[in-house]
Nanobody, 125 residues
Framework: QVQVVESGGGLVQPGGSLRLSCSAS????????MGWYRQAPGKERELVAD?????????NYVDSVKGRFTISRDNAKNTVYLQMNSLKPEDTAVYYC?????????????????WGQGTQVTVSS
């Protein structure tokens, strides 16, 4: 009922920048939060950043990316972005978008927690 598609990954040199995009589509009634996770080889998936959809859009970042990454959203487009600057080799991972909310109609709503297929980010010289 809800599809999530990421784009924007690739290969970049240390110190470079990338911008990831993620769009959700389907019979979405409302979105509570959108976020980015990453999983490096041999490691568990971790939260990178997330943002709420209401009000001022409160954000949350993992300590290792604070000051380098910025998450933002466009509620009208059900889209979230992750601007990644000053990239380091340890940022190399598959990045996944996560979207949580409600789908359906006001008289019949169901919660959803959907993931994208992932996009590879490689930071290497």
């Amino acid at each position: 009922q809800v599809q999530v598609v990421e784009s924007g990954g690739g290969l970049v040199q240390p110190g470079g920048s990338l911008r990831l995009s993620c769009s959700a589509s389907g019979t979405i009634f409302s979105i509570n939060a959108m976020g980015w996770y990453r999983q490096a080889p041999g490691k568990e998936r971790e939260l990178v950043a997330d943002i709420s959809s209401g009000g001022s859009g409160s954000t949350n970042y993992v300590d290792s990316v604070k000051g380098r990454f910025t998450i933002s959203r466009d509620n009208a487009k059900n889209t979230v972005y992750l601007q990644m600057n000053s990239l380091k080799p340890e940022d190399t991972a598959v990045y996944y978008c996560n979207v949580r909310g409600w789908y359906g109609a006001i008289w019949s709503r169901f919660s959803f927690n959907s993931w994208g297929q992932g996009t590879q980010v490689t930071v290497s010289s």
